[in-house]
T-cell receptor
Framework: RKEVEQDPGPFNVPEGATVAFNCTYS??????FFWYRQDCRKEPKLLMS???SGNEDGRFTAQLNRASQYISLLIRDSKLSDSATYLC???????????FGTGTSLTVIP | GAGVSQSPRYKVAKRGQDVALRCDPI?????LFWYQQALGQGPEFLTY????????KSGLPSDRFFAERPEGSVSTLKIQRTQQEDSAVYLC???????????????FGQGTRLTVV
């Protein structure tokens, strides 16, 4: 079983829509969680960390559910510029690796 | 420098050729990671350094892959006798020590796109 699993999509949504991605992780002892964004042929860049209590940054909301071992990302009022691949990342803190999901592809359509 | 720098950005190698990929991490970052990203996939872990020590190389796919970071800053990933399945983007990332800080993010370089023909 992979450490981190994501639905690869693609998600095609109209501008202004709300879209949510989920990601599950296998190591219950994992401590650090992130969402990264990767544009086509570019490097991954941090979108937001995910805190235990959930956190919001503008149109983006991240949630952590430890009991079910998943994290989520909610994007409200989608913009064309939100089109990218969103990578779920888990750092178990017991090791040295950042485990990545395969990424979820989002295309926002005019 | 301001960010993680990788070179070359693109490399075409003939099958069987050896290649060396360079990573300059953010100054002062203790941790350095190498990842391999195949087309349409997420980055897959290759190896991890804490300063000059290679603490984890469990992700290296074969003994043709070798990484070093002799002075705890610049790192080189070497692939010997390249094969077509080695074609991928090789990403380097650095971060403050993950062992001591919660929620430590990794900063990525733009990657080296390796094509083996």
């Amino acid at each position: 079983r992979k450490e981190v699993e994501q639905d690869p999509g693609p998600f095609n949504v109209p501008e202004g829509a709300t879209v949510a991605f989920n990601c599950t992780y296998s190591n219950s002892a994992s401590q650090s969680f992130f969402w990264y964004r990767q544009d086509c042929r570019k490097e991954p860049k941090l979108l937001m960390s995910v805190y235990s209590s959930g956190n919001e940054d503008g149109r983006f909301t991240a949630q952590l559910n430890r009991a079910s071992q998943y994290i989520s990302l909610l994007i409200r009022d989608s913009k064309l510029s939100d089109s990218a691949t969103y990578l779920c990342v888990v750092n178990p803190n017991t090791g040295n690796q950042f485990y990545f999901g395969t990424g979820t592809s989002l295309t926002v359509i005019p | 420098g301001a960010g993680v720098s990788q070179s070359p950005r693109y490399k075409v190698a003939k099958r069987g050729q050896d290649v060396a990929l360079r990573c300059d991490p953010i100054s002062g970052h203790v941790s350095l990671f190498w990842y391999q990203q195949a087309l349409g996939q997420g980055p897959e872990f290759l190896t991890y350094f804490q300063n000059e020590a290679q603490l984890d190389k469990s992700g290296l796919p074969s003994d043709r892959f070798f990484a070093e970071r002799p002075e705890g800053s610049v790192s080189t990933l070497k692939i010997q006798r390249t094969q077509q399945e080695d074609s991928a983007v090789y990403l380097c990332a650095s971060s403050l020590s993950a062992r001591s800080l919660m929620n430590t993010e990794a900063f990525f370089g733009q990657g080296t796109r390796l094509t083996v023909v």
